[in-house]
């Protein structure tokens, strides 16, 4: 099979001619990278350089052996057919692989501008969203056309892919009654990343569950619950269902704590200790501080103290802390003043 290799000196010549070509072409390309990944306004770095350094070398590599006059030295003309086959897929294949490796550089390298764990991080999660759901969007369409194209490479294959691309209506009607829900899946994904009703890290109750959005997929959001369990929902379920997100427009949220006293607590007092608790603690913003009787019962009145935080997790704690901290107050100050029931017995006299 390759007989001629050894035997003619040209075709040694050739093959390691190649190989120092594939080599030299690899070594410059990774130098201009490197070049450019030293200036901190191009998008690639040295793990972005590491990413596409591969698929490159590959692409490198199947150019080259798609040139004729290598296969005539090389004395392996009866295999041309065979060996561009197997290069063009390489050629698809690494094209693929560099234009996806190129879209994750851009998405790390955009949303490496951007801090989550800030506090005010409304901007930074909408961001990060696009950027996740929008990436895998890519993703499956550039591996879908590659696949397509690898395909329609071979003739026999790209005569079937003509007559169904010719009877292209009846398909897309059997795949839409037969993929009905994972089309709706993947096409509510695309419009939760277009209208973001949730982002990454919002803060939602679904399913009557308080927790934190901690993935968004194609088809399924992940919801990191208080408890540390995981309640993975659908993505048709933020568009179909309503559900609360305490974090749409921004990250701080007002507390609420609920008391319930007897008439004769006196409301000033408990005003004073409401201000005292919260400027005693950090987990307080500074800026909304109200107590209000907001019901009365023939048993008790409903006392609601409110109060603002940075973030939900930290209104949670406030809450916790000022609802503590107002009961033993009530307790130590006011006892009487703890809801109670009371019955009076009226001695109506019998005569004898």
């Known amino acids: 099979m390759f007989s001629n290799l050894f035997k003619e000196p040209n075709s040694l010549f050739y093959l390691l001619g190649s190989i120092v070509l594939i080599v030299l072409l690899q070594f410059i390309t990774i130098q201009i990278l490197r070049h450019f990944g030293k200036n901190p306004k191009y998008l690639i770095d040295k793990k972005g350089i590491k990413r ?38 390489l050629i698809i ?8 490796a190129s879209i994750r550089i851009i998405k790390q390298k955009v949303i490496a501008n951007y801090d989550v764990s800030a506090t005010n991080n409304l901007k930074a999660r909408k961001i990060y969203t696009q950027f996740n759901i929008l990436e895998r969007i890519v993703i499956f369409i550039l591996v879908i056309f590659a696949v397509g194209i690898a395909l329609m490479s071979f003739d026999s294959i790209r005569e079937i892919g003509v007559s169904i691309f010719a009877s292209a209506g009846v398909a897309g009607i059997i795949l839409g009654l037969s993929a009905q829900k994972m089309i709706g899946s993947i096409l509510a994904g695309i419009q939760i990343a277009i209208a973001q009703p949730i982002k990454i890290d919002d803060v939602v109750i679904v399913e009557e569950e308080w927790g934190r959005i901690e993935e968004i997929t194609l088809t399924y959001v992940v919801v990191n619950i208080w408890d540390k369990r995981r309640l993975i929902v659908p993505t048709t379920y933020f568009i179909e269902k309503p559900f609360q997100n305490w974090t749409k427009t921004s990250s701080d949220i007002l507390g609420t704590v609920f008391l319930y006293t007897d008439y004769n607590l006196p409301f000033d007092a408990l005003r004073e200790e409401l201000t005292r608790v919260l400027e005693s603690t ?11 009787v907001t019901n009365s019962q023939p048993q008790h009145v409903e006392i609601r103290a409110l109060m603002s935080a940075k973030d939900a997790s930290t209104a949670w704690d406030l809450r916790v802390f000022v609802r503590e901290k107002l009961i033993s107050f009530l307790q130590k100050n006011y006892p009487e003043s703890l809801a109670q029931t009371r019955v009076f017995i009226k001695n109506t006299g019998t005569k004898k």
Do not use: C, M
Request: aromatic content about 14%.
């Open 52 to 89: 596409i350094s591969y698929p490159i070398f590959i692409l490198f590599l199947a150019l080259l052996v798609r040139l004729e006059i290598i296969h005539r030295n090389l004395g392996i003309n009866e295999f041309t057919f065979v060996i561009r086959k197997i290069s063009t897929l």
């Open 282 to 292: 950090d987990l307080w913003d500074g800026e909304v501080n109200n107590l209000q």
């Open 93 to 100: 294949f690494a094209i693929t692989w560099v234009l996806i």
